[in-house]
């Protein structure tokens, strides 16, 4: 019987050698999508650090509304915002099927809390429509289909840099 495994591994390891990086990339880049009802958002995923479940956040006097404290991770204190208050949106507050997105850009490490975490999916610039009409705040870049508003997470590092944790 062993040998017969053997076999199977063998034969298996010939197929997945032959099959080409190509055949499972698509072109694009890769985002990762997510909720925060009803609105639909999305990151480049060279920001993303870690997807975690909701844990109690640390409230920390005299920060903007929308961060709602912090959370101690790996002898780091991070601050977590909250897009809902961030961009003012009409939603129901935390529940517990929230998520926290720890991300990284120009050295400063964040969480952004989310509803629920739609995946990973590719999109290509050409699929970025930036209406020039629009007067979109500079934390968006762009909207893909299904109006998916691409956060420029450099952007919002940046108004994190003026604030003291």
Request: a negative charge.
């Amino acid at each position: 019987m062993t040998g017969l495994k053997e076999k199977i591994l063998d034969e298996r390891a010939k197929r997945l050698k032959n099959i080409q990086e190509k055949d499972f990339v698509q072109s694009g880049d890769y985002y990762l999508v997510f909720i925060i009802n009803p609105d639909v958002f999305a990151i480049h995923v060279s920001h993303l650090l870690e997807v975690g479940k909701y844990q109690e956040l640390f409230h920390v006097p005299l920060l903007p509304d929308y961060i709602p404290g912090v959370i101690f991770r790996s002898g780091k204190i991070i601050p977590v915002i909250n897009i809902k208050t961030y961009f003012e949106l009409r939603t129901p507050g935390l529940t517990s099927s929230d998520h926290v997105i720890f991300l990284e850009a120009d050295g400063l490490i964040f969480g952004l809390l989310a509803d629920r975490i739609k995946g990973l999916f590719t999109f290509s610039d050409e699929e970025l429509f930036m209406n020039r009409e629009l007067s979109l705040p500079k934390e968006i870049k762009g909207y893909f289909q299904n109006d998916i508003a691409l956060l420029s997470i450099e952007n919002i590092a940046m108004k994190l840099r003026d604030i003291s944790f």
